[in-house]
């Protein structure tokens, strides 16, 4: 079975409080120590955010470990094929995927997934695993970034959360370059199970996630098809 758990905002890079998300992420593996293994190259490997995801996942009983690619680098595929679930941190999406492409993760991370290791993560651990995500890699603008493609689609996360997101989905689906867009809100996450979205989980009150399209010039938000809502 593959499993992709995309979160849109929230989680232990903003506090370590009741860990919901991470909670639920966890026993995804039906392992009594699951071994979870944090990708932060997003914010280049930040101290404070790797700090934070060992604190978070070891009061879970998780076996801990992160990658760091701006040091000595240790052997990718052998770690990584190695492990229960990957937590993929937020930041600059564009910069993440160049420096995984350089070192060879992006294939390493495909045939981890094809095998049944669960990723997941937040914003730009989130879109990375869709063919597209909508960016803000760039200071000035929002953007329509070529991802990974191990599951079909465009995400978006934040939705709710940065003005600037709805704003530019529906001027992207207005001008056809895009069909759809699944837009996920601050601490909400869905979860693909074998490729298809299964369930919108919800971490906080009233948050959701959307299938975005444009249906007779008009901007439809509508719930996920056949995606059960958890609310955590």
């Not at 929230?10 to 639920?24: M, N, P």
């Not at 695993?129 to 191990?150: H, N, V, Y």
């Not at 009150?205 to 399209?213: G, R, S």
Request: charged fraction near 25%; include cysteine.
């Amino acid at each position: 079975m593959r499993q992709i758990i995309a979160i849109g905002g929230g989680g232990f890079g903003r506090e370590i409080k009741d860990l919901k998300i991470e909670k639920y992420i966890r026993y995804q593996s039906k392992k009594k120590k699951p071994k979870v293994c944090f990708i932060p190259t997003a914010t280049g490997d930040d101290s404070g955010y790797i700090d934070n995801f060992y604190k978070a996942f070891n009061s879970l009983d998780c076996k801990t470990s992160h990658i760091d690619l701006f040091k000595r680098t240790i052997n990718l595929e052998a770690h990584i094929m190695n492990q229960d679930i990957i937590f993929v941190g937020g930041g600059n999406t564009k910069s993440m995927l160049a420096v995984w492409k350089e070192w060879g993760l992006d294939k390493i991370l495909l045939k981890a997934y094809t095998e049944g290791i669960i990723m997941s993560g937040v914003s730009a651990g989130a879109i990375c695993w869709f063919e597209k995500g909508i960016t803000d890699s760039w200071k000035d603008r929002q953007a329509i970034l070529p991802c990974l493609g191990f599951v079909k689609g465009v995400c978006c996360p934040h939705y709710d959360e940065e003005p600037e997101r709805i704003p530019f989905v529906k001027e992207i689906l207005k001008n056809n370059q895009i069909s759809e867009c699944i837009a996920i809100e601050g601490f909400c996450a869905i979860h693909l199970i074998d490729d298809i979205p299964k369930y919108s989980v919800s971490f906080d009150k009233d948050k959701n996630c959307y299938l975005v399209n444009k249906k007779d010039s008009i901007i439809e938000h509508n719930k996920i098809n056949n995606a059960e809502i958890i609310l955590l």
